[in-house]
């Protein structure tokens, strides 16, 4: 047995305890996308329109992306603990002052500014602390706590849809502030950089040893043609998402087997995640980038395939591979980051890479809205879906730095 398996990756219990603490921050961060169970409330209550109560999501993105570049800086100057504490108290004041909320500015400043940056610092710092345990492992971790993420959004969402039955819209918000405040601020207790001597030593899994400062990774190509795939891969994830309801509805008029579908997708973007992850690192980033994006176009063919000739299975089929492969999108990212740039500025590293959604947003589910407002069919939009996954492809292969798994060492 080689030096490189003695004191290569060991989940002990030490780092078993800090995995779990993390994918538990992950769960209560998820609540971000539990927005949509508030437009109806809101808009019955204010009379408020569905283009401004969307706004106030696309704020929260917009704001989620600043938090992250924030929590970079943050880092340099404090501790992983006193960052997630201030994410809490972020969380916590956006959720409290949203529920005295009596104008469309002050929704927009309480919940798309203050909660949403709150989200994004936690997001990143927790993320780019967890990494360091592992830096052999980073797309099965990052695969882990992105499930997480997600599953997050699914519980919350139905959790404040159960309460705001019963107490209101204000009452849910408060609600939730205390609960979400209160424990990522129990999780940032536990949150801690790993020191010399609990980590892997093995650090010969990239082909440049080197860790990138921010400049020096703005100044490399790779960065650019990864970002333009990230964007790309993103927008086309969140349009299948966004529209799997409606798009089901259009080809089999059943709302119920149409909210099923959007489950199934769901569900296979958390599989998604946690799958590819574990193959990033075993296989290496240029192998499974290329399978994530041909999966993305096979998932988007399917669907228009669907559309054509009316099929169930194609449908069904099309939406796991495409909820599959979106969320194996999400989980390479802070892995090839972390491998290719380097830990030692990860957190500003990943906080710049991850103003990515902020165009994804546009270029997919805005843009993808537009063209069907304008002709009214699926199978048009899902074609410009398909245009994105090209795109996405000539980025991929424009990539120059990879991530190349260490040799494994022989048995004998």
């Not at 939009?381 to 990879?402: D, E, P, Q, R, Y």
Request: proline residues 3%; aromatic residues 16%.
């Amino acid at each position: 047995m080689c030096d490189d398996e003695v004191k290569g990756f060991n989940l002990n219990k030490i780092s078993k305890f800090y995995v779990v603490n993390a994918f538990v921050g992950f769960l209560l961060l998820g609540s971000f996308f539990a927005w949509s169970v508030f437009v109806s409330p809101l808009e019955a209550d204010f009379g408020w329109t569905r283009s401004q109560t969307s706004l106030n999501f696309s704020i929260s993105i917009v704001t989620f992306s600043l938090g992250g570049l924030a929590a970079g800086g943050l880092l340099k100057t404090k501790t992983p603990r006193q960052v997630t504490f201030f994410s809490a108290a972020c969380i916590l004041a956006g959720f409290i002052l949203s529920s005295r909320t009596q104008t469309l500015l002050e929704l927009y400043l309480f919940y798309g500014v203050l909660f949403g940056f709150g989200v994004g610092v936690g997001y990143t710092v927790l993320i780019s602390t967890i990494l360091q345990w592992f830096p052999e492992r980073q797309g099965f971790i990052s695969g882990i706590l992105l499930m997480g993420y997600g599953l997050g959004g699914s519980f919350f969402g139905n959790a404040a849809f159960s309460i705001m039955n019963a107490f209101g819209w204000r009452n849910t918000f408060t609600a939730l502030g205390l609960i979400l405040g209160g424990a990522i601020f129990l999780v940032g207790l536990n949150v801690k950089r790993p020191s010399s001597g609990q980590i892997s030593r093995n650090t010969n899994a990239l082909k440049s040893e080197s860790d990138y400062r921010p400049g020096e990774m703005l100044h490399d190509w790779t960065f650019y043609a990864f970002y333009v795939r990230h964007v790309t891969a993103i927008a086309v994830g969140l349009s299948i998402l966004g529209n799997a309801a409606p798009f089901a509805n259009s080809v089999f008029r059943d709302p119920m087997l149409a909210a099923a579908i959007g489950g199934l997708a769901s569900i296979f973007n958390g599989l998604g995640r946690v799958t590819v992850g574990f193959i990033f690192d075993k296989i290496g980033s240029r192998k499974t980038l290329l399978i994530c994006t041909g999966g993305m176009f096979l998932g988007v063919l399917l669907l228009i395939s669907a559309a054509i000739s009316n099929s169930v299975i194609l449908l069904v089929t099309g939406y796991a591979a495409g909820g599959f492969f979106y969320g194996s999108n999400v989980a390479c990212a802070p892995g090839f980051v972390g491998k290719v740039y380097g830990l030692r500025d990860f957190a500003v590293n990943y906080g710049i890479f991850n103003t990515g959604p902020i165009f994804s947003s546009f270029v997919g589910p805005y843009a993808l809205g537009i063209l069907f407002t304008w002709t009214g069919s699926y199978v048009i939009t899902h074609i410009m879906l398909l245009g994105l996954c090209c795109v996405g492809f000539a980025a991929n292969v424009s990539i120059k730095k990879h991530y190349v798994p260490p040799a494994r060492c022989s048995s004998n």
